[in-house]
């Protein structure tokens, strides 16, 4: 498909499905970025251990992963502007479930309900963002992954004291609330020709199409991409939980939580900025490590006298990472429904291994009652990523 013949939004239109888009990016990681401040209250009151608990972040990442691996079937089914909206509705009623069912097998069926709609619109939003928007597209998912972010950080900023007000359980669920308005956006701007799919029965030939399977460059994705997401769960996982266990209190976590998402959000600004200038992502990709690998020394070293620069470069350098991952992936085909499909395999592959850090995290901390150990295993796992990154250098062979 060529996509210089694909529709694109006039200036207005474009400004709304950007709009929408970002609505979305912003429901994608409340319902697990809320619940590490309210941990402590979550096992109290259910009596979850912290292997148990983990599953909140873990399922629901598990979930994206087995949701993106099928997503092509799905959008054969649903096309683009339904899937995405079934995603938004999937994760307004699991937050509002919350509300009722908050024993720990609705906690945890509401977490997989989360991972599935999550899954849905990060595997078909990008599809939509490189057709509509094919000369901005690094620009657009910076916008995306900000908004991403964005989320996290308003969800860990506001759980204590919404908490305080509604009860945990009700700080939960109020994250229903934001889903719906963002499906209702989207329904609007998604009436431009530039935000579907072209004929569906035209996509579903393609007989000539060598399956990512079988391309070990497609493969080579994978680990990058769920490296890179691992230290973006873990922290939202577990980076309050661990101030809480060094005598902090829950609000302050939850503060350091949502400082260090806002530097991720920060960060993202500045991939969408200046991303274009660097053809070569791999430049970028190696600065944005060294500051993680920084941040997460922080952790274990001076967790608490520097509290604030740590989430700092922490924030900064996971925060650049996520996107960087996303647009190396995407950089490797230029046909938008066809990259789709290959994010989709790296996303799914990808965030499989990534849900493993926040279970690994609980188990270690049942164990030994301390994450000092997750954050060095983490720096170990950065550091491969960023030498497989190496083999990614422009003008090289893309995938087919």
Same mark, same amino acid.
């Given at each position: 498909?060529?996509?210089?013949?694909?529709?694109?939004?006039?200036?207005?239109?474009?400004?709304?499905?950007? &709009?929408?888009?970002?609505?979305?990016?912003?429901?994608?990681?409340?319902?697990?970025?809320?619940?590490?401040?309210?941990?402590?209250?979550?096992?109290?009151?259910?009596?979850?251990?912290?292997?148990?608990? =983990?599953?909140?972040?873990?399922?629901?990442?598990?979930?994206?992963?087995?949701?993106?691996?099928?997503?092509?079937?799905?959008?054969?089914?649903?096309?683009?502007?339904?899937?995405? !909206?079934?995603?938004?509705?999937?994760?307004?009623?699991?937050?509002?479930?919350?509300?009722?069912?908050?024993?720990?097998? $609705?906690?945890?069926? =509401?977490?997989?309900? /989360?991972?599935? $709609?999550?899954? !849905?619109?990060?595997?078909?939003?990008?599809? *939509?963002?490189?057709?509509?928007?094919?000369?901005?597209?690094?620009?657009?998912?910076?916008?995306?992954?900000?908004?991403?972010?964005?989320?996290?950080?308003?969800?860990?900023?506001?759980?204590?004291?919404?908490?305080?007000?509604?009860?945990?359980?009700?700080?939960?669920?109020?994250?229903? *609330?934001?889903?719906?308005?963002?499906?209702?956006?989207?329904?609007?701007?998604?009436?431009?020709?530039?935000?579907?799919?072209?004929?569906?029965?035209?996509? &579903?030939? +393609?007989?000539?199409?060598?399956?990512?399977?079988?391309?070990?460059?497609?493969?080579?994705?994978?680990?990058?991409?769920? %490296?890179?997401?691992?230290?973006?769960?873990?922290?939202?996982?577990?980076?309050?939980?661990?101030?809480?266990?060094?005598?902090?209190?829950?609000?302050?976590? $939850?503060?350091?939580?949502?400082?260090?998402?806002?530097?991720?959000?920060?960060? +993202?600004?500045?991939?969408?900025?200046?991303?274009?200038?660097?053809?070569?992502?791999?430049?970028?990709?190696?600065?944005?490590?060294?500051?993680?690998?920084?941040?997460?020394?922080?952790?274990?070293?001076?967790?608490?006298?520097?509290? /604030?620069?740590?989430?700092?470069?922490?924030?900064?350098?996971?925060?650049?990472?996520?996107?960087?991952?996303?647009?190396?992936?995407?950089?490797?085909?230029?046909?938008?429904?066809? #990259?789709?499909?290959?994010?989709?395999?790296?996303?799914?592959?990808?965030?499989?291994?990534?849900?493993?850090?926040?279970?690994?995290?609980?188990?270690?901390?049942?164990?030994? #009652?301390?994450? =000092?150990?997750?954050?060095?295993?983490?720096?170990?796992? %950065? *550091?491969?990523?960023?030498?497989?990154?190496?083999?990614?250098?422009?003008?090289?062979?893309?995938?087919?």
């Amino acid at each position: 498909m060529d996509q210089s013949n694909a529709p694109q939004p006039s200036r207005g239109a474009g400004l709304l499905l950007i &709009a929408a888009i970002f609505a979305l990016a912003l429901n994608l990681r409340p319902a697990m970025a809320a619940v590490g401040p309210l941990l402590d209250l979550i096992e109290a009151a259910t009596g979850m251990d912290s292997t148990t608990a =983990s599953l909140l972040t873990t399922l629901p990442v598990a979930m994206i992963g087995v949701g993106a691996l099928s997503i092509r079937p799905l959008r054969r089914r649903l096309g683009e502007r339904k899937g995405i !909206l079934l995603g938004a509705v999937l994760i307004g009623l699991a937050c509002l479930a919350r509300a009722v069912f908050d024993g720990t097998a $609705g906690l945890i069926a =509401s977490a997989a309900v /989360v991972g599935v $709609g999550v899954a !849905l619109i990060q595997a078909l939003a990008p599809v *939509v963002i490189k057709r509509a928007f094919p000369t901005r597209f690094g620009t657009v998912m910076g916008v995306y992954t900000t908004g991403i972010m964005g989320g996290a950080a308003v969800a860990a900023a506001t759980a204590a004291g919404l908490a305080g007000a509604v009860g945990w359980a009700g700080a939960l669920a109020l994250w229903a *609330v934001p889903a719906f308005l963002a499906a209702v956006v989207w329904i609007i701007a998604a009436r431009d020709p530039a935000a579907e799919e072209p004929n569906r029965a035209v996509v &579903a030939e +393609g007989t000539h199409e060598v399956p990512f399977w079988k391309q070990p460059r497609a493969w080579a994705l994978v680990p990058i991409l769920g %490296l890179g997401t691992s230290a973006y769960t873990l922290v939202l996982a577990w980076l309050p939980p661990y101030y809480v266990d060094m005598g902090q209190a829950r609000a302050t976590a $939850g503060f350091l939580l949502s400082g260090m998402t806002g530097a991720e959000v920060a960060a +993202g600004v500045l991939v969408s900025l200046f991303i274009a200038r660097f053809p070569d992502r791999r430049g970028p990709m190696l600065a944005a490590v060294a500051l993680a690998l920084i941040g997460l020394a922080g952790l274990v070293l001076t967790p608490v006298s520097l509290a /604030v620069p740590v989430m700092l470069l922490l924030g900064l350098g996971i925060g650049a990472v996520f996107p960087l991952t996303l647009i190396l992936a995407m950089d490797q085909i230029d046909d938008p429904v066809r #990259s789709g499909d290959l994010l989709a395999f790296v996303q799914g592959g990808g965030y499989i291994i990534a849900s493993l850090s926040p279970l690994a995290a609980g188990l270690l901390r049942d164990r030994l #009652s301390d994450l =000092s150990q997750a954050w060095m295993l983490m720096g170990l796992g %950065l *550091v491969a990523m960023a030498a497989m990154t190496l083999a990614f250098k422009p003008g090289g062979a893309k995938l087919r």
